[in-house]
Structures are given as structure tokens and as C-alpha cells.
Nanobody, 126 residues
Framework: VQLQASGGGLVQAGGSLRLSCAAS????????MGWFRQAPGNEREFVAA????????YYADSARGRFAISRDNAKNTVYLEMNSLKLEDTAVYYC????????????????????WGKGTLVTVSS
């Protein structure tokens, strides 16, 4: 499975941005999907996860209430809508997937990621 994230850029604090991650090479609906991010000098951290059908989602505390993860299985794409962006949201954002049929819990734990996309940089300015 290949993952390609896009949609990053420069945005002012308080603004919004939508990231996309296009998947290829597998049956997209077989995979839970997630977003992670890595800020300069920090370790990569979990942001959000979504189940195969999109019926279940889960967020890191830092993202809950501001970010929304969704997916379109017909388009093989997962999205991360980010609102009320803060300076501390500045990071490289990565989409990720575990093995097929793995529940999204392994994404949340960060222990079962098998596929990583190349990151997309989000820079939030004051």
C-alpha cells in the first residue's frame, strides 16, 4: 500500500487547513487509517484515527474538538480537517495504516503501523 499525503502549507493561527491522503495498491476499505505528526525536535505523535468504514474515530487530546478525520472509500482517500490552528500544530503530518483488517486501536497505540506516507508540512504562523 502506498500513501501520499498532501494539503500542507502556511496558515495563520486560528485558520483552517485540510490534509488529504490518497492510498493505492490495496483495498482501501480493508484498512483503518490514521494521522500522525512530528514537530521539530519532537517525536512523532498520534493525532487521529478512523475505522474501516469511517464509523468510528478517535483523537489525541490536542486534536479533539478542533480536528476531524474522515474518509471516502470510493476515492481511496482519508482527510484531516484542521480548524482553529495553533502555533504548536506546526509539524510534518503523516498518514499511516496498519496491516489490513487491523482495528484502529493499533494506530492509537502507535504499535501496529505498517505503512507510512511521506509527510506534508503544516506551518502555523502568528
Amino acid at each position: 500500500v502506498q500513501l501520499q499525503a498532501s494539503g500542507g502549507g502556511l496558515v495563520q493561527a486560528g485558520g483552517s487547513l485540510r490534509l488529504s491522503c490518497a492510498a493505492s495498491g490495496g483495498t482501501f476499505s480493508d484498512y483503518s487509517m490514521g494521522w500522525f505528526r512530528q514537530a521539530p525536535g519532537n517525536e512523532r505523535e498520534f493525532v487521529a484515527a478512523i475505522s474501516w468504514t469511517g464509523g468510528s474515530t478517535y483523537y489525541a487530546d490536542s486534536a479533539r474538538g478542533r480536528f476531524a478525520i474522515s474518509r471516502d472509500n470510493a476515492k481511496n482517500t482519508v482527510y484531516l480537517e484542521m480548524n482553529s490552528l495553533k502555533l504548536e500544530d506546526t509539524a510534518v503530518y503523516y498518514c499511516a495504516a496498519p496491516s489490513a483488517s487491523e482495528a484502529m486501536g493499533v494506530i492509537i497505540k502507535g504499535t501496529g503501523i505498517k505503512y507510512w506516507g511521506k509527510g506534508t508540512l503544516v506551518t502555523v504562523s502568528s
